[in-house]
């Protein structure tokens, strides 16, 4: 078993399966809790708690240790809270104070701020949890969970810059209720200007954790933590990909989660989709 997590290729087949499994098993959770009761979603994330205290005690127990069960350690942690606090926006408890859809139409600076209304207390958080890491892991041997959080938190900037400013595929089919709303910030264009260099910065990552990961001796952990970090950069590119290529992207999701019922002519999505794809064909 500590053979085969020496290799690096395992380690990005790894990561791939912890990315695709914790995204699923987030809707899954969020999904349910729309069915529930109108507490299920604040329940949903107060149970779960024990996931974030597990990801901080684990970060805190790598830090000093560069073996492979340390970085897989300090990888996995770091999801663990990553995790949490995605739940926590979904389930719309650490979201924003803007709880409204944007109106269309509205002057550029408006929308920015209603934009910006519906994630501040999320953003803020995560840029806390940053730095409270980046300061935690000060001299500290193991800083791959460090820099497994700063691909997440930028990648995310990243698009929600791009869903912001405008890209042709936004996948709004599992926003769950208590952020519905957010599918009206969201903009249908061609394409944006920040999109190339969202891409370029991203593919230049990757290229870096895949020269770091090649420049360690075989069978290191290191190796195995820089393959860790190419493969969840290379799926955080994929993911921007995916907002100008229509790929079916939903179905590898779609299958766990509970049955919705078909979009009316008063679901503030399709209304969102209907209107900016009306604008898009009008350019």
Not at 51 to 70: I, K, M, N, Y
Not at 126 to 153: D, H, K, P, Q, Y
């Amino acid at each position: 078993m500590t053979d085969w997590l020496h290799i690096p290729w395992v380690a990005a087949v790894a990561a791939l399966i912890v990315w695709w499994f914790s995204t699923g098993l987030i809707l899954l959770g969020v999904k349910r809790a729309d069915h529930g009761l109108g507490m299920s979603h604040l329940a949903l994330t107060l149970v779960s708690l024990p996931v974030l205290a597990l990801g901080c005690w684990g970060f805190w127990q790598t830090l000093d240790s560069t073996g492979v069960w340390s970085i897989y350690g300090a990888f996995g942690s770091v999801i663990l809270i990553w995790g949490w606090f995605e739940l926590a926006f979904l389930c719309g408890i650490i979201s924003g104070p803007n709880t409204y859809s944007c109106p269309p139409d509205i002057p550029a600076w408006e929308r920015f701020l209603r934009a910006w209304g519906t994630v501040a207390y999320s953003e803020v958080a995560l840029i806390a949890i940053m730095i409270a890491l980046v300061l935690v892991s000060r001299g500290a041997e193991n800083l791959f969970g460090v820099w497994t959080f700063a691909v997440l938190f930028f990648a995310r900037i990243s698009a929600k810059l791009n869903v912001y400013l405008g890209v042709p595929n936004i996948n709004v089919d599992f926003l769950p209720k208590p952020m519905e709303h957010l599918a009206s910030h969201f903009r249908i264009a061609p394409m944006n200007s920040f999109f190339p260099v969202s891409i370029t910065i991203l593919t230049f990552a990757t290229g870096c954790w895949l020269e770091r990961w090649g420049a360690q001796a075989v069978g290191s952990a290191e190796a195995v933590g820089f393959a860790l970090l190419a493969a969840l950069t290379a799926l955080a590119l994929l993911e921007h990909w995916m907002m100008v290529i229509p790929l079916a992207d939903a179905k590898l999701w779609q299958w766990l989660l509970p049955q919705k019922p078909g979009n009316s002519k008063d679901n503030p999505i399709a209304m969102t989709r209907a209107y900016e794809r009306g604008k898009l064909h009008e350019l």
